[in-house]
């Protein structure tokens, strides 16, 4: 009994345990291709994420460019609005401050435009 176990031991192990062998060499050449894939992938992710977040951040840089301008807008339109109304107005005491101020600006340029030449 015992010889007719190992010779049929002796027989079926070895066809055996080389398919074991190549379908373990197979079966771990496959993972380490998955694993490289999968590190592949997961830059590639990284990279379209980073581009799609600095996209973001330009996209957001120009609303607060734009937001900044429209106030800008707004504080000079409300600014030339309430010269307007001291120049027409009948604040006698701004208007002559005004003037005063005008007349210190045109001085500044004259002597500044003597300077230049």
């Known amino acids: 009994m015992s010889s007719e176990i190992e010779k049929f031991v002796g027989t079926s192990m070895l ?9 373990g060499q197979l079966d771990r ?6 694993v490289v894939q ?12 980073a581009e799609e977040g600095a ?5 957001l ?5 734009y937001g900044r301008a429209t106030t800008e807008a707004k504080f000079k339109l409300e600014r030339a609005k309430k010269e ?4 027409q107005g009948e604040d006698s005491e701004m208007r002559a401050k005004f003037a005063l101020l005008d007349d210190d600006l045109l001085q500044r ?3 500044d435009l003597l300077e230049d030449e």
Do not use: C, G, Y
């Not at 307007?84 to 120049?87: D, G």
């Open 15 to 23: 066809p055996t345990e080389r398919l074991s062998w190549t379908a």
């Open 29 to 34: 050449r496959n993972q380490n291709q998955h």
């Open 38 to 49: 999968m590190r592949d992938l997961r830059r590639a992710t990284e990279l379209a994420v």
């Open 55 to 59: 996209k973001l951040v330009q996209q």
């Open 61 to 65: 840089a120009r609303f607060e460019r």
């Open 84 to 87: 307007s109304l001291i120049l």
């Open 109 to 111: 340029i004259r002597v």
